[in-house]
């Protein structure tokens, strides 16, 4: 006992001394699982995580709820929103119905495009000193400069007036950003993309396939001089991408020669894709995680899937389809237009007359037209089969530009006039099996509406071609606002940023 | 002596014990008016001979009120002392130590055991709501097992407004704190002023709430043991439409939009389902059992307990109910005259079902709500059952085979909550929770004392559950089965060494606290598993022992960041006779979340008190016997922010893919800017009170604050052109809290009848007082479906003050639209039609727009209240408890406003309908184009005010001749209602609503109507 009594005293000045000893230090907890900015851009393994990250947001066009082919799509006169009722998705419900407004546009059209201007801003300032291989830096800069090009032609294609950042912005200045002219922005892109066109490869090796070569920065520079009405510049960009029609051009791209086998799923990266999105289903993305930068699923396919398919007839050769959220309802006139094109199997899947013959049934869901996008639809027998979410994992990847598009945009940029854009128009019918029809603008544009169908593409043709207004005016398009979406609410508080006019 | 013959003599025999049955050692007893007196022994046993009929024995023990028996005869006595609450002599933890509260500066408010004894809450939260004044205390939901929201003075900041609980020394989050027994609380004190919270330093500025737990006392052996069972249900049910009214409204919208009739035989319908009735249950049961063992001698003391609770819950029970089995052991021992140690050990497991509450995006109570009342629960017509729908989909169905149904009305996130029910049940989470502590305390000398103690808390949790294939609807499908498992655990400690020396030097009595702290959480990790696609349909055939291919597996694992603290503090007190008060404190707190520029801050307080009842120059009267004035300012702070705030990190999963075989890339980038300059937020409060004994039967306490807060730390809301994938933290705002907080008690006895009623009110003023230059407001605290955001965080105005469209009743007719312009003479809202909401144009610009919305109140109350009447008579105890808030703001977001087919309360019956039928219930649409139900307007909102009978409690303690003949020492009885009513013109279910931003209806789980009934003896 008495022993005790003193030991104890001892013991606890022994932790006293131990702990002021090592005091500073022992609050020093070092992050893992992450690494500081400051250690981080260092060598080459880095540089590649920096661009995938960069490459993330490619997925826009046609992963997670807000994409954009579903957006543009509803907005257009070949589709309604649909879904699952009238408020199933507010942003993408009001879009197609032009009463979309500063607090119902999804955020994310915004925002997820500027977090591609972001991360590829950070290689572009990171990577002339990261130590590695003085060539691949070259082509990772060319690249995050295209996708940079690439992200800013959507902003100011949906927003127009958006605030140009070429670097990383800092703290001190984030709230005094102010917007650029649609021109400084157009010409910081045809910048962007004139450098990567330099650097880049013609063609990659295909565990390559995805990353951005010289044809498909060709031929986003473009269509981004189309749409400033530079057609010449535009002309002589796609024929670059383009050759000889019909036959396989300097890059490599050849049309299919079936139509189908552009939406076969596992026909990935073939010789018509040019700019293509990647997905997969390896990801085995669950609803904890869906919707996030790990999510590589294609959501287009569940969306535009028919409400509960059964197939009341297993004898018959129609396929299983899978049960999907019903948005993109075809429109009678687009279906009718289709109706005796070679593209219609492709392109529609006709249920509103196959549930008439009493062969399936499917819940109808809103906006019900009976007409579903079949170049998205999945079947059951395409659903990924490993673990998360069947909805999440779909792995068909989307065009965001295919050769068929390009040689019908030479040919509008060439003004729909001469032997060239005649070949074009020409070339693309008779991938189908479809005579020559005299080439114009507004065959042309009759064509990529068959041909294009449910891709998102329609919506920028009636703009381009300034046919908004009328097309549209049944829904309520007002001319001189619809053009362009309202700069969502958020962005406008406590910072510089001008609403769009009349929104 | 010649008086002593005449008159006859008895002696008397007898046992004094405390209210628990505790026998109570050394109570003084002495005939009035003589010096005859005799002492308790170990057992509360006395004797005392000499006492004639009719004389009176006085019993008095420190810390218990005196008490008075006639001795009327021979028989033995047993006396029964109550703790004396009005005594001024009582003893307060301070944190570190205790003072008497005569001498205490700050504001402390205490919760003793007494006043929760035989109470049925299962959690210390639901034992503090409405006893102390300046806490407000919401329940997050009714479900078992439901934590509460806990605000100590108001909102102290923006983020984590979680006070500190530290348990016997030791810090518990406030996410662990159900893990005690409440019949295990010795006391509860809330700190509630910067002067006596400094000693807390960095982590105090949210309040801080100490609980004791019981230790054993010298004496004999007590076993006790506690029980109740009782049932519970709804309290209330709203009124939702029949499915005939239901069909009629349906139509109604549809043809104002120019679309046809919905339903035509609208009678056929009949009332159809309430959902309600599906989910609720009304005899949900609810039970405990509690036993303890305690005593000691004069070298250990123990306290020993097992605590079981099993509560059902009122809604859809098979999957709402919650399970706690508690052990605490807690003991000192006498090493030697110098050296004590001792331990507290508490355990808990406990086992919880839930459903999704307080969601408008599904959950069964949001489903019940919402759902049609036509589509039938379960599915009987053979004809429907053997459509496609039933037949070719994987539904859900009863134990009789027949399906559930499936609405063909209302879909979305609503699903037929009994369907929903088979598809989680059996799945449920668990927990297993370790806290304890061991001390060591050294006296070498008189008046001081070294104390260091080890404390340590160790959790671990988990969850299981399979989810089988099922459609509950068309976008409700799951089309593999899965089995789940997920194990975590957390483990801190810390190590406290105090030294403190106490002395009185005549009339100087000053004591001197020296101590320094090191503390470590978050030393944490988990895993879990999934597997998908297992031969099996159902959970008890599901097993992990199944082989399933690679691609069918996912798992995940983390690892958690440590928290840590040192801190050194020291306090001093002094007081001169008792009569001048002085109290100081600092505290140093190193913090790992900080950056290195600002790691350490300091905390400082100082409080004095002048107890001016003591001076020579106050009367002695009845009016006002005791008086204390006190004062006190002080810092403190707070760390509750997230790890790493001031770095700036580069954080992976930003993946893509490439090459034909989808192979998927790991792409890594910035999180957040990063902000270097991260510093302590700091809360300075400054209080005033006193306290008075007044009229010799009130006990007085007031307290007036001032609480301001600076720097507060916060995510920065950064623009979306930034691009950044998250916020980074920043010193973005400030605060004022200010407010009024009135304790009172009232004891009085006559004769054998006590009373004593305790009642508390308090007012609270919040105001931000800054958001950084240049911003107006912060949102996104509260959206609201597609409303987006109803609530902002703007300067000069109450923190998450409702901010939304005003209305000023409803278009009769289309006079009143023309006729309403603006000064230009424009017709405000030209496109409005009659029955359509008149907005309020508050910035007068001629047209109504997103500028037009203002503040409509808030969802913090301003006043809260609580009141406690005891009664007693003999052997019978009656207990009255009410509490409530007023002046607060709910928002009634009950109905899914953008299903146009959900269903709705019969205030909709009251809707109008042309000119002079309504003028505050518009007109219905589904198109909807004023925005009258799309907007969020005042229409929302509903008074917040209400009083609840939350506990009314009847008990009859047998007389002790009875229960010794069953060897016990006292046997009580009771018979409890809780929530018996609440008295509230709020129209959901329950107007006390929980949460970060309180007073969002979104479909709350109501606290449950409760019958008990229950049983306390002692042996």
Redesign the interface.
Same mark, same amino acid.
């Given at each position: 006992?008495?022993l005790?009594?003193y030991k104890?005293?001892v013991?606890?000045v022994a932790?006293?001394a131990t702990?002021?000893s090592c005091? !500073?230090d022992?609050?020093?907890?070092t992050?893992? %699982?992450?690494?500081?900015?400051?250690n981080?851009?260092t060598n080459e393994t880095?540089a590649?995580?920096?661009?995938?990250?960069?490459?993330?947001y490619? $997925?826009k066009n046609s992963g997670t709820f807000e994409n954009m082919i579903t957006m543009m799509n509803a907005g257009s006169d070949d589709h309604y929103a649909g879904g699952?009722?009238?408020?199933?998705g507010?942003g993408i419900q009001s879009f197609s119905k032009y009463t979309l407004n500063?607090?119902?546009i999804p955020?994310s059209f915004?925002?997820d495009h500027?977090?591609?201007?972001? $991360?590829a801003?950070?290689m572009i300032q990171k990577l002339p000193d990261i130590s590695m291989d003085e060539s691949l830096k070259a082509r990772y800069m060319a690249e995050s400069k295209a996708l940079r090009a690439y992200y800013y032609f959507n902003l100011v294609r949906l927003f127009e007036n958006?605030?140009l950042?070429t670097e990383?912005?800092?703290?001190a200045d984030?709230?005094n950003?102010v917007q650029a002219s649609s021109e400084e922005v157009y010409a910081q892109i045809e910048l962007d993309l004139l450098d990567a066109i330099d650097v880049l490869p013609s063609t990659v090796v295909?565990? !390559?396939?995805? $990353?951005i070569t010289k044809g498909a920065a060709q031929a986003i520079l473009g269509k981004v001089y189309l749409e400033q009405g530079k057609n010449t510049e535009a002309a002589a960009q796609f024929a670059e991408v383009n050759g000889t029609p019909g036959s396989t051009s300097q890059y490599g791209y050849k049309l299919l020669d079936n139509f189908d086998d552009l939406w076969d799923i596992d026909n990935?990266?073939n010789s018509e894709s040019i700019f293509e999105v990647?997905?997969?289903?390896?990801?085995?993305t669950?609803w904890s995680n869906s919707y996030?930068?790990?999510d !590589?699923g294609n959501l287009v396919c569940t969306m535009v899937g028919p $409400? %509960?398919f059964?197939d009341?007839n297993t004898t018959d050769d129609i396929p299983e389809y899978s049960?999907g959220?019903s948005f993109n309802p075809i429109l009678p006139e687009l279906y009718n237009l289709l109706k005796d094109d070679p593209r219609f199997e492709a392109t529609v899947l006709d249920l509103k007359t196959l549930s008439e013959e009493g062969k399936i049934?499917y819940?109808p869901?809103y906006q019900d037209t009976g007409y579903f996008l079949n170049k998205f639809a999945p079947l059951t027998s395409e659903?990924s089969? %490993?673990?998360?979410?069947?909805w999440l994992n779909h792995?068909q990847n989307s065009y965001i530009i295919r050769l068929a598009d390009t040689y019908l945009l030479e040919a509008e940029a060439l003004g729909g006039t001469g032997t060239r854009a005649q070949a074009l128009l020409d070339a693309v019918r008779a991938r189908v099996g479809l005579a020559s029809i005299p080439v114009s603008l507004t065959n042309i544009l009759a064509e990529r509406r068959l041909e294009l169908a449910g891709e998102g593409q329609r919506w920028f043709d009636l703009r381009r071609n300034g046919t908004l207004a009328t097309k549209l005016a049944d829904r309520g398009f007002v001319a001189g606002k619809h053009e362009i979406f309202p700069i969502?609410?958020? !962005?406008l508080?406590?910072?510089k940023?001008v609403q769009n006019p009349n929104y | 002596m010649g008086v002593s013959i005449m008159a006859q003599t008895y002696e008397i025999k007898g046992n004094v014990a405390d209210s628990n049955g505790m026998p109570l050692p050394g109570v003084t007893i002495v005939v009035k008016g003589t010096k005859n007196g005799a002492t308790t022994d170990f057992d509360g046993n006395f004797v005392i001979a000499n006492v004639q009929k009719g004389n009176s024995l006085v019993f008095s023990y420190v810390g218990y009120a005196t008490k008075e028996v006639v001795v009327s005869s021979a028989n033995s006595l047993t006396v029964v002392l109550a703790e004396d609450m009005q005594s001024l002599d009582e003893v307060v933890v301070v944190g570190y130590g205790t003072q008497k509260k005569s001498v205490v500066t700050g504001a402390i408010s205490s919760v003793k055991a007494e006043d929760l004894e035989g109470l049925p809450v299962e959690r210390v939260e639901q034992a503090l709501q409405g006893r102390v004044s300046g806490v407000v205390i919401a329940a997050d939901a009714g479900q078992p097992g439901s934590s509460s929201t806990v605000r100590v003075r108001g909102i102290t900041t923006i983020g984590t407004n979680d006070p500190l609980w530290v348990i016997d020394g030791v810090v518990v989050s406030s996410s662990t704190i159900g893990y005690l027994n409440q019949s295990d609380i010795q006391s509860i004190e809330v700190l509630k002023d910067a002067a006596s919270l400094a000693i807390y330093g960095a982590r105090a500025a949210a309040g801080v709430i100490l609980v004791t737990t019981k230790k054993g006392k010298q004496g004999k052996i007590n076993v006790g043991y506690s029980t109740f069972y009782g049932v519970s249900k709804a309290s209330k049910k709203l009124s939702l439409l029949n499915a005939s009214e239901y069909a009629a409204i349906m139509n109604e919208k549809s043809v104002a939009d120019g679309g046809s009739v919905v339903f035509s035989d609208i009678s056929s319908l009949g009332k159809g389902t309430d959902w309600q009735d599906v989910i609720f249950n009304d005899s949900a049961a609810r039970s405990s059992h509690e036993f303890s063992l305690s005593g000691g001698n004069e070298v250990s003391t123990f306290y020993a307990s097992f605590g079981i609770s099993d509560q059902e819950g009122i809604v859809l029970s098979d999957i709402s109910n919650f399970n706690r089995k508690s052990i605490r052991l807690n003991s000192t021992h006498k090493?030697?005259d &110098?050296?004590k140690v001792g331990q507290t050990l508490g355990y808990a497991h406990k086992r919880s079902m839930g459903i999704t509450t307080n969601s408008e995006y599904g959950g069964p109570l949001s489903s019940a709500i919402n759902l049609d009342p036509i589509t039938p629960a379960v599915i009987t017509d053979p004809v429907v059952a053997n459509s496609?729908?039933y037949t070719?989909?994987a539904v859900m169905t009863d134990e009789d085979g027949n399906p559930y149904g499936i609405s063909s009305y209302v879909?979305?996130e609503m699903s037929n909550p009994l369907a929903y029910q088979e598809t989680v049940r059996g799945n449920y989470g668990w927990s297993d929770d370790v806290i304890g502590n061991v001390f060591?305390e050294?006296t070498?000398m008189e008046g001081l004392v070294?104390k260091?103690a080890v404390s340590g808390t160790m959790a671990y949790w988990g969850s299981e559950g399979f989810v089988p294939e099922y459609y509950l609807q068309?976008?409700i499908?799951?089309?593999?089965n899965?089995l789940y498992s997920s194990r975590s655990k957390s483990f801190g400690w810390n190590?406290e060494?105090t030294a403190s020396y106490s002395k009185s030097i005549g009339v100087h009595d000053f004591s001197v606290l020296l101590g320094?702290g090191?503390y470590i959480d978050g030393i944490s990790s988990g895993v879990g598993v999934?597997? &998908?696609?297992l031969p099996v349909t159902t959970r008890e055939e599901a097993s992990f022992n199944f082989s399933v291919t690679d691609?069918?597996?996912?798992g995940y694992s983390w690892?958690g960041?440590?928290?840590?603290v040192?801190s050194l503090f020291s306090r001093l007190n002094y007081n001169y006779d008792e009569k001048y008060l002085f109290t100081g404190i600092i505290r140093r707190d190193?913090?790992?979340r900080f950056g290195d520029n600002n790691?350490f801050g300091f905390f400082p307080s100082f409080s004095a008190g002048w107890v001016t009842s003591k001076e020579s120059f106050w009367p002695e009267n009845d009016v006002v016997s005791k008086l204390k004035i006190r004062g006190g300012f002080g810092v403190t702070g707070n760390d509750a922010i997230g790890?790493?705030g001031y770095?700036?990190?580069?954080?992976?999963?930003?993946?893509?893919?490439?090459?034909?075989d989808?192979?998927?890339?790991?792409? &890594?980038?910035?999180?957040a800017?990063?902000?270097p300059d991260l510093k302590w937020e700091e809360t300075s409060q400054t209080n005033i009170g006193f306290e008075a004994r007044v009229l010799e039967n009130f006990d007085v306490n007031f307290d007036y604050f001032i609480k301001k807060t600076s720097g507060i730390l916060q995510d920065v809301?950064?623009?979306? &052109?930034?691009?950044?994938?998250g916020s980074?933290l920043g010193n973005v705002a400030d605060m004022k809290n200010s407010g009024l907080e009135f304790e009172v008690s009232y004891n009085k006895s006559w004769g054998d009848l006590n009373f004593r009623a305790s009642g508390n009110v308090s007012y609270l003023e919040n105001e931000v007082t800054n958001l950084g230059e240049?911003?107006?407001?912060i949102?996104?605290e509260a959206a609201f479906q597609?409303?987006?955001d109803v609530t902002r965080i703007q300067v000069g105005q109450s923190i998450n003050a409702f901010y939304g469209y005003q209305t000023n009743g409803i278009f009769q007719n289309i006079d009143e639209i023309n006729s309403y312009v603006s000064s230009t003479g424009t017709v405000i809202q030209p496109d409005a039609v009659p029955g359509d909401f008149k907005w309020v144009d508050n910035n007068g610009d001629g047209e109504i727009t997103?500028d037009d919305r203002t503040f409509l109140g808030t969802p913090l109350p301003k006043y809260t209240f609580g009141l406690t009447l005891n009664l007693d008579y003999k052997g019978f105890d009656f207990m009255v408890f009410t509490q409530g808030v007023a002046g607060n703001k709910i928002f009634q977001g009950l109905r899914r406003l953008?299903?146009?087919?959900a269903n709705h309360q019969t205030s909709v019956l009251q809707r109008w309908t042309g000119e002079g039928t309504s003028n505050d219930y518009p007109r219905l649409t589904?198109s909807d184009p004023n925005g009258n139900f799309g907007k969020f307007s005042d229409f929302y909102l509903e008074d917040g005010d209400f009083i609840r009978f939350k506990t009314i409690q009847l008990g009859y303690t047998l007389p002790s001749e009875i229960v010794q003949k069953i060897g016990a020492s006292k046997l009580r009885l009771y018979v409890t209602g809780e929530n018996l009513f609440t008295i509230t013109n709020y129209s959901g279910y329950d107007p006390e609503i929980g949460g970060s931003v309180m007073g969002i209806d979104r479909g709350y789980y109501p606290q449950a109507q409760s019958f008990m009934m229950g049983l306390n003896v002692q042996f």
């Open positions: 006992m008495k005790k009594k104890l005293p013991l606890a932790m006293l702990i002021f005091s !500073e022992y609050l020093e907890v992050p893992t %699982g992450t690494f500081l900015t400051g981080y851009y880095e590649f995580a920096g661009l995938v990250a960069a490459y993330d490619l $997925r699952g009722t009238s408020t199933d507010a500063s607090i119902e955020d915004w925002s500027f977090k591609g201007v972001y $991360r801003n950070i958006v605030p950042l990383p912005v800092s703290t984030m709230y950003v295909s565990s !390559e396939y995805g $990353r990935k990266y990647g997905h997969s289903d390896l990801a085995l669950g996030s930068d790990t !590589e $409400r %509960g059964v009341l049960s959220w049934s819940t869901g659903e089969t %490993g673990a998360g979410d069947m792995r969502p609410y958020g !962005e508080e406590n910072t940023l | 090493i030697s &110098y050296v496609s729908l070719s989909n879909g979305q060591v050294i070498p070294f260091s068309s976008s499908v799951n089309s593999q899965y190590l060494n320094q090191v999934t597997y &998908y696609d691609d069918q597996i996912t690892t960041t440590e928290h840590k040192i190193g913090s790992s790691k790890d790493f770095l700036a990190l580069v954080g992976g999963g930003r993946n893509y893919t490439f090459g034909e989808g192979t998927i890339y790991t792409g &890594y980038s910035p999180n800017p990063d902000n809301e950064i623009p979306g &052109y930034v691009g950044a994938s980074p240049g911003k107006e407001f949102s996104g597609s409303m987006g997103d953008d299903v146009t087919n589904n």
